[in-house]
């Protein structure tokens, strides 16, 4: 018989803390609440020193952009004791000369040094909220430098308007996903400015190599979003078509494997026999599309789910391939998914399409991981429903911590996860895709059980 001991330990505050010692009242504490409470102050500790290191930063733009500042001042006098040279190339030649100054004074390349200088720019002269925000440690620098990007080359009332929208992601989101978020937010809020822009990179396409150790390297195709989507699920059915034959390769390695055979040989190989990625059907993509936007009647652009936003244009190439394309309407305000395909899904299947639409990553705070585990929050085995209010998609790691590390889940009205940590924080994770509110017909588990309908009632979260 196995016998849990708990040690009581008692502390004073000053001496585990910040205080001097000898100093704060005693409490005792068991070694689990001791731990709890240690992990609670060093996180405290840490999101302070980001708020410093953030507002340090938000210092380092500041001066750069001086340093911008006094390279066009340098220009306009350079212009006034000559004039054989326009302003334009007087600025071009002190900008250059800021970057090598930079560059040798902080131990950067020039390139960087110049990127830091043009960012420095873009967020003192067009970026004052977003700089304040910086300044105050509500965002990191990554998240400065993504919306520095897409606001370069607005005017100024565009510009405001984009942080406004931009600012309450970068306050919530990983930089890796924000960057994601305020592609599509800037995409879907000028439609014409995301066509144009497809056209000139697409006139950029290009593959590039880069070596590796180990006799490896990295094969980049900068190419179309949608051609890239049916290029990657072509790979991703071929390799499950494979393994189910009883290759034994890993997934990745079978698509890296047939990636080299289509570009060399023009097939891959399956069960002994050469057969065309093409012909691998069907080749299914799920695209998001506004209405108006498929039916030819608005310039909205499309989304790919893990991929990102496509050009109008392709998005309704794409609508014309089906039935190789699974289409998914949203409304053009909301972006809510109004109505999706359904013939070709059992309900059961249905209902993890939902799921895996709506969170379109593993839902752990600021995970960027496909999601894997479609998982109950609350364990079917203690009551859980088998409904869209009590699924979640996560990747496997994370499934793995909620069960058997001591998180708390909680799922609220629209997607909205709550989660607890053992230390008691909460962190509140809410998906990117609005869903619509679920059917008046019942859905039905995998075990044949009718299974609740009803949406989570419980408030969202303050």
């Known amino acids: 018989m196995s016998v849990a001991v708990c040690t009581v330990i008692s502390v004073k505050f000053g001496d585990v803390f910040d205080a001097g010692p000898g100093s704060g009242p005693v409490l005792e504490l068991s070694t689990d609440e001791l731990a709890g409470v240690s992990r609670g102050h060093v ?32 220009a306009e006098l350079d212009v006034a004791v000559d004039s054989s040279r326009s302003l334009d190339v007087r600025r071009n030649i002190q900008w250059r000369s800021a970057a090598l100054e930079l560059a040798a004074a902080a131990k950067v390349s020039p390139d960087s040094a110049g990127r830091q200088l043009s960012e420095a720019w873009t967020l003192t002269q067009s970026c004052q909220p977003t700089l304040a925000a910086l300044s105050q440690g509500e965002i990191a620098l990554g998240h400065a430098r993504v919306i520095a990007r897409e606001v370069a080359g607005l005017d100024g009332l565009a510009a405001g308007a984009a942080q406004d929208a931009l600012l309450p992601y970068a306050r919530r989101l990983s930089v890796g996903l924000f960057e994601r978020k305020a592609r599509e937010v800037v995409d879907v809020s000028d439609p014409v400015r995301v066509h144009d822009r497809h056209a000139r990179a697409w006139a950029s396409r290009h593959v590039s190599v880069d070596g590796a150790r180990d006799g490896m390297a990295t094969l980049t195709a900068y190419v179309d979003a949608g051609d890239a989507a049916l290029i990657v699920t072509g790979l991703s059915n071929a390799a499950r078509e494979a393994r189910q034959a009883g290759d034994s390769r890993t997934r990745r390695q079978v698509e ?25 059907a069907p080749v299914v993509v799920e695209l998001m599309v506004p209405a108006a936007t498929a039916a030819g009647d608005d310039e909205a652009p499309g989304k790919i789910p893990g991929i990102g936003m496509i050009d109008p244009v392709k998005a309704r190439e794409l609508i014309a391939r089906a039935p190789s394309l699974k289409r998914i309407l949203t409304d053009p305000i909301t972006s809510a998914i109004i109505d999706f395909d359904r013939s070709t899904y059992r309900v059961p299947a249905e209902l993890k399409r939902i799921i895996r639409l709506r969170d379109e990553h ?10 894997v585990d479609v998982d109950h929050t609350i364990d079917y085995a203690k009551g859980g429903k088998t409904a869209r209010g009590n699924l979640a998609g996560l990747c496997e790691n994370h499934h793995y911590v909620k069960h058997e590390a001591g998180w708390a889940l909680a799922q609220y009205v629209e997607g909205i996860l709550d ?13 990117d895709v609005i869903m619509p509110c679920p059917p008046p017909t019942p859905w039905w588990d995998d075990d044949g059980d009718y299974a609740d309908t009803t949406p989570f009632d419980k408030a969202r979260p303050e």
């Open 256 to 280: 890296a494997d047939f990636l080299v055979e289509l570009a060399l040989e023009g097939e891959v190989v399956i069960r002994g026999e050469a057969e065309r990625l093409v012909d691998k």
């Open 419 to 431: 989660w607890v940590s053992p230390s008691g924080r909460h962190y509140t994770t809410v998906p």
């Open 362 to 371: 593993c839902r752990a705070p600021n995970c960027p991981r496909p999601q």
């Open 43 to 74: 996180l405290d500790r840490v999101r302070r020193i980001d708020a410093e290191v953030a507002g340090l930063q938000a210092e380092r733009v500041q001066l750069l952009g001086r340093l911008g500042d006094e390279a066009m001042l340098q």
